[in-house]
């Protein structure tokens, strides 16, 4: 989850309560905090695409979705638009998810990028577009996103790009192994994880 350090949240005593009783009451905790989110945190938001993300059990969640989508627009919260968008491709709304993958990617957001990409490799609302799909990870591969790499990496040794697209595979396989290992170290120390780890 992304860490969120704007102090400038009157309420955020209650909101960080509403927050941590997501397991209790999905319901009164999504409403609780959309109520936030609605009169102006930010906080609240973040933490609303979360628990959308990961698949908040609640009454009319696409719909409530889909108005804090555009109330995170609003305020130009673009790390929202991975974990909205997210949380819309696992309900198979792939409109609204490539609506918010896209915002995010037109602010330059790696997991954004990434999920987008993603999106046009398997035709998902769009097209497939190979070409349009590495394009895209080329972007947020220079900006170190890992699975950005991985995925590029897999393309140029699946599909017919020639022997010096494939070298350039392995190489960035052989470079990702370090990541590898610091994913493990974090996941072992409860270190919680970079952006270029989101997907």
């Known amino acids: ?35 936030f989110a609605l009169g102006g945190s930010r906080l609240s938001i973040i933490y609303l695409s ?3 993300r990961k698949g908040a ?3 009319n969640v696409l719909e409530r ?25 696992k309900l198979r709304d792939y409109e609204l998810a490539f609506d ?6 037109n602010n330059k957001y790696d997991p954004s ?15 497939k577009d190979l070409q349009r799909t590495i394009d895209l990870l080329k972007i947020s ?11 590029l990496a897999h393309i140029f040794l699946m599909k017919d790009f020639g022997i010096l697209q494939k070298i350039k595979a392995i190489y960035i396989y052989m470079t990702l192994f370090y990541y590898q290992v610091d994913l493990i170290i974090k996941s072992i120390r409860k270190i919680p994880l970079d952006e270029k780890y989101y997907r």
């Open 57 to 59: 059990n609640v009454s």
């Open 113 to 127: 990028v990434f999920n987008l990409a993603v999106m046009y490799y398997n035709g998902h609302y769009v097209n």
């Open 1 to 35: 989850m992304y860490i969120y350090n704007d102090e400038d949240e009157p309420f955020r005593n209650q909101i960080e309560k509403s927050y941590l009783d997501r397991s209790i009451d999905a319901e009164k905790s999504f409403s609780e905090l959309e109520k």
């Open 141 to 151: 591969s220079r900006n170190g996103h890992i699975w950005s790499r991985a995925l």
């Open 100 to 105: 918010a993958f896209s915002w995010g990617a």
């Open 65 to 89: 979705a889909k108005k804090l989508l555009y109330v995170a627009k609003e305020k130009n919260l673009i790390e929202a638009s991975f974990y909205f968008g997210k949380g819309f491709y």
């Open 50 to 52: 979360g628990m959308f």
